[in-house]
């Protein structure tokens, strides 16, 4: 059964770089036909999509990110540890929020979830 | 962006009810592309239907979506003490970016 974990810092200065790592077990991304969704949602408030990376087989991936954030965020694999990437640039307070990563089979729609990972940006 | 427009922000019911709510989107959502999700407190969010109206792995038959266009409904015919939670629609048309809408509380009456 796929599962997925986030991990990474608790706590960011701002200016500084968010980065997260979905762990994924269970299964392997090289190879997967599947879109891995990053998502967050802010202390008390709703769902944001933050972007997704698309696998294809062993080699094609393509990138999608919210306009909003594309200057500042980055979705990478590495298939030999079998984790997805996210990297956050220039954080700031609005950017403190429950991360997500989740599988699913389209852009923001994920059928398997991480358990989530609290990112505080604050000094 | 599609903004999407949950209703009502509240719905109080008592298990055994019909849950219905409604999602309306800013702008036609070509390919029936939206997604229902349910929140409990402290727990990711499960995706419940896809496409409209396709339900997703292990979710029981009492959910079922239904719409087209901008005007979309999640239904749940009979309401479980573990269905009270927050729901969330999302969206996605092909060359703008995702949102989901603000949620809907089911709560206990």
């Known amino acids: 059964q796929l599962q997925l974990q986030e991990s990474g810092p608790g706590l960011v200065k701002p200016s500084e770089t968010l980065s997260l790592t979905c762990i994924v077990s269970g299964g392997s991304i090289s190879g997967s036909n599947a879109y891995w969704n990053w998502i967050r949602q802010s202390p008390g408030k709703g769902l944001e999509w933050v972007g997704t990376?698309?696998?294809?087989?062993?080699?094609?991936?393509?990138?999608y990110y919210k306009p909003s954030l594309q200057s500042r965020v980055t979705i990478s694999i590495d298939t030999s540890k079998n984790e997805i990437s996210l990297e956050l640039t220039s954080g700031t307070a609005a950017d403190t929020a429950v991360y997500y990563c989740?599988?699913?089979?389209?852009?923001?729609?994920?059928?398997?979830w991480g358990q989530g990972i609290l990112v505080t940006v604050s000094s | 962006d599609i903004v999407l427009t949950q209703s009502p922000g509240t719905l109080s019911l008592s298990p055994g009810e019909r849950a219905t709510l409604s999602c309306r989107a800013s702008?036609?959502?070509?390919?029936?592309?939206l997604s229902w999700y349910l929140q409990r407190p402290g727990q990711p969010p499960r995706l419940l239907i896809y496409?409209?109206?396709y339900r997703a792995s292990g979710i029981p038959d009492r959910f079922s979506g239904s719409g087209s266009g901008t005007d979309f409904t999640l239904t749940i015919s009979r309401l479980e003490p573990e269905d009270f939670a927050v729901y969330y629609c999302?969206?996605?048309?092909?060359?703008?970016?995702?949102?989901f809408g603000q949620g809907t509380k089911v709560e206990i009456k």
């Open positions: 989740g599988r699913g089979g389209g852009i923001a729609v994920s059928d398997t």
């Open positions: 999302q969206q996605y048309v092909d060359g703008t970016s995702p949102t």
């Open positions: 702008q036609y959502i070509s390919n029936n592309f």
């Open positions: 496409t409209t109206s």
């Open positions: 990376i698309r696998t294809s087989g062993n080699t094609y991936y393509s990138t």
